[in-house]
């Protein structure tokens, strides 16, 4: 699968909501609607310019929705159903969250399983994810005009 418009990338995220899986690392089930907001948010926190790297903290659980039977797949199927729509750099993000990362993506990947790693929080407010659609947008329009050189 394949996505080309936010809005089905919105409609994948909300159906994770009461959906139980585990994070990019493994551990305790975590309801996937909430660990990808809290990644999100973590991510925002720490590195509030880098949109990209939000939004791979974002999306990186949807492939547990799109291949359930095959766990040790997720982050390759996130990141060739994102590629179309966000860009290369996002979908490298979330296949090397689980792999070993180059040099180029290197200290952005550790950033991000460090987010996924504490994005385990029951009850953390981590906003609506009706607030990250923007954000999605941007990233997606510059994916768009780039798309050439990507």
Do not use: F, Y
Not at 65 to 75: F, S, V
Not at 138 to 144: C, G
Request: hydrophobic share 40%.
């Amino acid at each position: 699968m394949e996505l080309r418009r936010v809005e089905e990338l919105m409609d994948l995220l909300h159906a994770c909501r009461g959906v139980r899986g585990t994070s990019c690392l493994g551990g305790a089930p975590v309801d996937l609607h909430d660990h990808a907001l809290q990644t999100a948010a973590l991510l925002r926190r720490s590195r509030p310019a880098d949109k990209e790297l939000q939004v791979a903290g974002l999306v990186h659980v949807v492939g547990q929705l799109l291949g359930p039977a095959d766990p040790t797949g997720h982050a390759a199927l996130t990141a060739t159903a994102v590629r179309p729509l966000l860009g290369e750099r996002v979908s490298d993000l979330v296949r090397l969250s689980r792999e070993n990362p180059d040099n180029r993506t290197g200290e952005d990947v550790l950033t991000l399983r460090q987010a996924d790693e504490a994005a385990r929080t029951a009850g953390l407010d981590a906003g609506v994810l009706e607030d990250w659609r923007t954000v999605l947008e941007l990233v997606s329009a510059r994916h768009t005009r780039l798309g050439a050189v990507d």
